[in-house]
């Protein structure tokens, strides 16, 4: 049986399962069996994202399987994208099976996997781009994320498509990025992820077909992330700007387990974690970070964040920027206490 470290032929002892051990805990809680007569290849193009690690991997012909189920925790919530350059993945998560060739696109968590089977397709090895981003970087609910996961992602003109040539550009291991470029980047690719996300959502992906009211609240939600730079922002703006009534934009957002000042800001929190962690924006004030995501005033701003994370917005900083992704995890667990909580 292979070492869990070994497992990460998937994420192949990324950095985000390693050095960001707070993101993944040093050892993914996984037993892990190699099959196939296949091994591991130990040369990789790692990018460094910031709030992200992307992946370029050659893998021989092999069998990837959980032999055994150990509790779940934190140091799995990272959302993995699986983009082959050539050769073919057939993958099972969660009883899904699904078949991911040159071109397409296939979100998993490890929480959910169960197999991968790498072929070469004619070829010598299997070439792969895997990326690895914390959920709690990304601004959607673990539940409507869940959906997505273990199946293929279509891959059109849209921003699928978008995000596949967009991995696939930041995959070319001649790239040259200054130091700073990765994090930009980083942030960058978790938009567009996060925008794929929410298109296949509101197009019905994991859904009932006609669902208006799930269509409609996606619109509201899209809307509210649109809008957190605006300290007016609130549910009376919101429902007027749809034209429905205040009643019913709550009872829109109680259905999901949310109240609406509640998410927003959560919203706004997320990017204010997001953006304290960026090392680009090191020089920033922090009560600019604060004010361009909506807290007008800077107490405000502290008290807020405090609440919701036991720590200061300085003191997060300080500690993000002396040990990347250290404390990635520390919204995880205590934004429902923001969303569920009262108006």
């Known amino acids: 049986m292979a070492d869990d470290g070994e ?3 998937e994420v192949s002892r990324s950095r985000v399962m390693t050095r960001r051990g707070r993101l993944a805990g040093g050892r993914v809680n996984r037993a892990i069996t190699v099959t196939g007569g296949g091994h591991l290849r130990s040369d990789a ?40 350059m050539y050769g073919t993945v057939n993958t099972t998560s969660a009883g899904l099976r699904s078949t991911v060739t040159a071109g397409e696109l296939y979100a998993y968590d490890l929480a959910g996997h169960e197999e991968l089977t790498l072929r070469p397709d004619g070829c010598d090895d299997l070439k792969l781009a895997l990326l690895a981003i914390p959920k709690p970087v990304l601004p959607l609910r673990d539940d409507a994320i869940a959906v997505l996961l273990g199946r293929g992602m279509p ?20 790239l040259s990025l200054s130091p700073g470029d990765g994090p930009r980047l980083g942030m960058v690719l978790v938009d567009l992820v996060t925008a794929c996300f929410s298109s296949l959502l509101e197009s019905g992906r994991g859904s009932q077909p006609g669902s208006q009211r799930q269509a409609l609240g996606l619109r509201l939600r899209t809307y509210v992330q649109n809008q957190l730079h605006d300290p007016e922002l609130c549910p009376q703006s919101i429902a007027a700007a749809h034209h429905i ?24 929190l997320r990017r204010t974690i997001r953006d304290l962690a960026d090392a680009a924006l090191a020089d920033v004030p922090i009560h600019e970070i604060g004010a361009r995501w ?3 005033r800077p107490s405000d701003f502290s008290r807020t964040f405090r609440a919701a994370f036991g720590v200061s917005p ?3 900083r300080s500690e ?7 404390a990635a995890l520390l919204p995880d667990f205590r934004y429902r206490h923001l969303t569920r909580g009262t108006e």
């Open 7 to 9: 497992m990460e032929g």
């Open 155 to 174: 891959v059109d003109g849209g921003l699928s498509g978008l995000l596949r040539q967009f991995i696939e550009d930041l995959s070319d291991e001649k």
């Open 45 to 84: 193009h790692v990018l460094d994202l910031g709030v992200a690690v992307l992946e370029v991997r050659r893998f021989h012909p092999l069998t990837v399987q959980r032999q055994a189920y150990r509790p779940h925790t934190a140091h799995e919530d990272a959302i993995h994208l699986i983009a082959p």
């Open 314 to 316: 300085r003191q997060f």
């Open 245 to 268: 009534s205040i009643s019913y934009l709550h009872r829109l957002f109680q259905e999901q387990g949310y109240t609406v000042s509640g998410w927003i800001r959560e919203q706004r």
């Open 320 to 326: 993000q920027l002396a040990e990347p992704f250290r």
């Open 294 to 296: 909506g807290f007008s």
